[in-house]
């Protein structure tokens, strides 16, 4: 019985912490990533006004974070079992509450792993009240985004790829996302009064993973919520500093660290909503300017003036602008190549309520990109599992570059190509960006990278296809489209292990009934 196995290596291992005083425990450290944040809408539905987020959660910690399932109930919600790995490879187990059955994303998640809240934002921004709140949120955790691959015990290849298992969890390094436009990602404001508030998440809030550290679990953005009387901050908020802006994500949605920028880069909405609101935005230039690059910014003049300002990546001032006239220019004739802030800040009047943001930078020579992996026609469970797109990608000049992965059912772009959002000016050396089904309808698709040094993008497609359909193949374990070696090596460990995973009928227990089942599917390929 595959509980009474957790329970025994629960026991057998924890025994041993008496005996080797020096083991260290690689605990995981989940936040919410702030990036993730700020990314966020107000948008009217269903009668009521919903504020939709996005959110990411990441392990920084020195371990992994390993979560499977345990004994089943008749509620279809099974217990989850938290495996905390040590320095020495041994490992203890330890109960950490319930997978449950989503009937929306169509796989399990992990109970309660973030609330959010909307909280009053107080004098010197100063936090109060809770004034709003959604329901605890559950997720599929997976290994989805490079977080931080700087860190020590980071996996280039990630471990938890797929939700139609009852393994899930966070590597080390790597970052779980929801996207706004998600089932759950969102708060009813409906009732809420303008003013200004702070966004918060929190991961964990029930503290039931064991971590490092549980004191940054929770994370804030301020946003505010005007009824139309007054101007509020524009998506790009808060980028007042150069240090606010450098700290946010490079080409990230709404993101004031713009990253690449060309061919040409054009941004309407904005404005300085409050006197002495200055507007920081980096941008990456990729070769010597000419007369015909540019920063620009369009506004009426009559509404507040504005001056525009341009300096190096050292805070050195470059040249300024400042009329009287409805936009203000800045050529960047003679400039080299690399990193320039653009600064925006209200003239005589102090605010403004509507401009625009133009950067045509310079060009150079295109990047090359070649997409390598999907390379064989895949087949997955659509909304569980996920696919690892992989590229090399170079640069003629050594600019640096960024991916954008799409997704489209011919190897075109016809208007029907879909944009991969978590993947959005991912860094090149990458390398790789895992693709979540769930953001996509079920079919069979190709993928191509996107890549751009700043300037000029090419575009290269997978030469293979990934079908994602309803039912998923019982041999392919590892859920990388293919069956092989690698997926009988990973049923063994976990049917050696008493996994819940390996229970492949579904009868509570791990025995040579599930052996029978995985070995008569892989001899016939599926």
């Not at 998923?472 to 008493?498: K, L």
Request: glycine letters at 10%; hydrophobic letters at 35%.
């Amino acid at each position: 019985m595959k509980t009474r196995v957790a329970l025994l290596a629960l026991v057998g291992f924890a025994s041993l912490a008496s005996v080797a005083s020096a083991q260290q425990d690689l605990l995981p450290d989940i936040i919410v990533d702030v990036n993730e944040l700020y990314d966020h809408a107000i948008v009217a539905q269903g009668g009521r006004v919903q504020l939709r987020l996005s959110n990411g959660t990441a392990n920084i910690g020195a371990g992994k974070l390993y979560l499977y399932g345990g004994q089943t109930y008749p509620d279809n919600t099974q217990d989850v079992i938290q495996r905390v790995y040590r320095d020495d490879g041994t490992w203890y187990e330890r109960l950490v509450g319930r997978f449950v059955y989503h009937p929306v994303h169509n796989h399990i998640h992990f109970e309660n792993w973030c609330i959010y809240r909307l909280r009053e934002r107080l004098a010197n921004d100063g936090v109060g009240d809770v004034v709003a709140q959604g329901s605890k949120t559950s997720f599929c955790i997976l290994d989805l985004v490079v977080y931080d691959p700087s860190l020590p015990g980071f996996n280039p290849n990630g471990q938890f790829r797929t939700c139609d298992s009852t393994t899930q969890g966070l590597s080390v390094g790597w970052m779980d996302v929801y996207s706004k436009n998600l089932a759950g990602q969102s708060i009813d404001i409906t009732d809420v009064p303008s003013g200004d508030y702070w966004l918060e998440s929190e991961v964990d809030p029930a503290g039931d993973v064991l971590e490092s550290n549980k004191a940054n679990n929770i994370t804030r953005v301020p946003i505010s919520i005007y009824d139309g009387s007054l101007t509020p901050p524009d998506a790009y908020e808060p980028n007042d500093s150069m240090a606010e802006v450098r700290a946010r994500t490079e080409g990230t949605a709404v993101s004031p660290n713009l990253g690449p920028v060309g061919p040409s880069k054009a941004i309407s909405g904005l404005n300085v909503h409050a006197v002495g609101d200055p507007d920081w935005y980096r941008f990456y230039s990729p070769g010597t300017g000419t007369s015909s690059d540019f920063i620009r910014i369009d506004f009426s003049n009559s509404q507040g003036n504005l001056d525009l300002r341009l300096f190096d990546d050292n805070g050195g001032a470059i040249a300024g602008s400042f009329t009287n006239a409805n936009f203000e220019q800045i050529a960047m004739t003679g400039l080299g190549r690399g990193w320039y802030w653009a600064l925006v800040t209200a003239g005589t009047n102090g605010t403004s309520p509507n401009y625009s943001l133009t950067i045509n930078p310079a060009t150079s020579a295109s990047p090359a990109i070649v997409v390598t992996q999907p390379s064989q026609d895949m087949h997955l469970v659509h909304g569980v599992d996920t696919v690892k797109v992989e590229w090399t990608t170079s640069d003629p000049d050594g600019d640096p570059t960024w991916v954008t992965v799409y997704a489209n059912t011919t190897p075109a772009f016809n208007g029907n190509e879909v944009m991969i959002p978590t993947s959005l000016h991912s860094p090149g050396a990458l390398g790789s960006h895992v693709v979540n089904s769930a953001y996509l309808e079920a079919a069979t698709y190709y993928f191509a990278c996107v890549a751009t040094d700043g300037s000029t993008t090419s575009v290269s497609w997978s030469s293979a296809t990934v079908t994602f359909g309803e039912n998923g193949c019982v041999s392919d374990f590892n859920h990388d489209g293919f069956v092989n070696g690698d997926d009988y090596d990973h049923f063994a460990e976990h049917f050696e292990g008493g996994e819940g995973e390996a229970d492949l009928n579904s009868d509570g227990f791990v025995n040579g009934d599930d052996y029978d089942i995985f070995a008569e599917h892989f001899e016939a390929g599926c």
